[in-house]
């Protein structure tokens, strides 16, 4: 059977049930995502396993770990605004990625429960991500500017753990021996996930965040395209970054150490203008008036 007859088949019987199906699913935390297609613009429903968080679910973008991301999380890229079904509850939620030790630890915990999640990120050398649903009707919801905030965080914290990896590896990795190799593959894995997020965030707003609030806010202009300009200057210092990691073993320490120095520079200075001038423009939209400036 073709995995899109599959999920039809189990949105079938989890609609007709309550929320309940058998097969492979019998017995799982199973909730439905729709998410709107990037290039389509229809609505796309996905069947997935899903971690209850406290007020938040989390959703995995396995893809039975398949090389590439599943088109459900491609769609978040362009449209975080997704519906949540789970047992005869549908509500409308946000859809932020987790990054960095949250990312890590709440992916552990997911592979605990269910060994298999565990077997995905086995088989690929993607590092799958973990989705946080916000709910929109929470007594508390997030504004854009908060989740924009949320990312900030998330990535700085996945590059302070970056730089620490590559502190220890440098102060302590020196001398030969067979675990070497396998902490510079390590090291330049870590590097590649941050990287890989920072180029996803940077990507959505360049696509779909900065479009819609210039729209909305014309005024914005000038400080959008400074952000741009912005973005295109961490590119180049990510793909140094990435170079140099790629050669740790013969890349001279106090260089890697300039280079991460700078990089965390960079973006420091990035997220604190980013949050200054467009915070309170994104936090004063609202849900209808975000999707209506597509």
């Known amino acids: 059977m073709e995995v899109a007859e599959f999920n039809r088949s189990i949105i079938e019987e989890f609609r007709a049930n309550g929320g309940a199906v058998g097969g492979p699913f019998e017995g799982a935390t ?14 796309h429903t996905t069947p997935l396993v899903y971690l209850a968080d406290g007020d938040r679910v989390l ?14 999380f491609t769609n978040l890229l362009a449209d975080n605004r997704v519906t949540v079904e789970i047992g005869t509850e549908t509500y409308e939620a946000t859809a932020i990625a987790l990054h960095g030790e949250e990312r890590a630890a709440k992916y552990a915990e997911q592979a605990r429960r269910h060994p298999a999640f565990a077997e ?3 088989k690929t050398d993607r590092e799958i991500p973990v989705v946080a649903l916000y709910r929109a009707d929470s007594d508390q919801p997030l504004g854009i500017g908060d989740l924009l905030v949320n990312v900030h965080r998330s990535l700085r914290q996945d590059l302070a753990a970056l730089r620490a990896d590559v502190e220890s590896y440098l102060s302590n990795g020196q001398a ?14 870590h590097c590649t ?3 890989g997020a920072l180029h ?4 959505g707003e360049e696509t779909e965040g900065f ?3 210039q729209r909305l806010h014309p005024e914005l202009a000038p400080v959008l395209e400074r952000l741009r300009q912005e973005h295109d200057a961490v590119t180049g210092m990510r793909r140094d970054l990435q170079a140099l990691l790629d050669d740790i073993d013969t890349a001279d320490p106090d260089q890697v150490r300039t280079k991460l120095a700078d990089v965390n520079d960079q973006l420091e200075a990035h997220y604190a203008y980013e949050e200054k001038e467009l915070f309170d423009a994104l ?8 999707s209506g400036s597509r």
């Open 30 to 43: 199973l909730a439905l995502l729709t998410t709107t297609g990037a290039k389509t613009g229809r609505p």
């Open 59 to 72: 959703v995995f973008a396995t893809n039975s770990g398949a090389p590439s991301h599943p088109q459900w």
């Open 120 to 122: 995905y990120q086995e």
């Open 176 to 189: 030969s021996g067979a675990a070497r190799p396998d902490l510079a593959a390590q090291l330049r894995a």
């Open 193 to 195: 996930a941050f990287c």
């Open 200 to 203: 996803e965030h940077h990507q």
């Open 211 to 213: 479009p819609r609030l």
């Open 283 to 290: 936090n004063a939209v609202t849900a209808g008036e975000w």
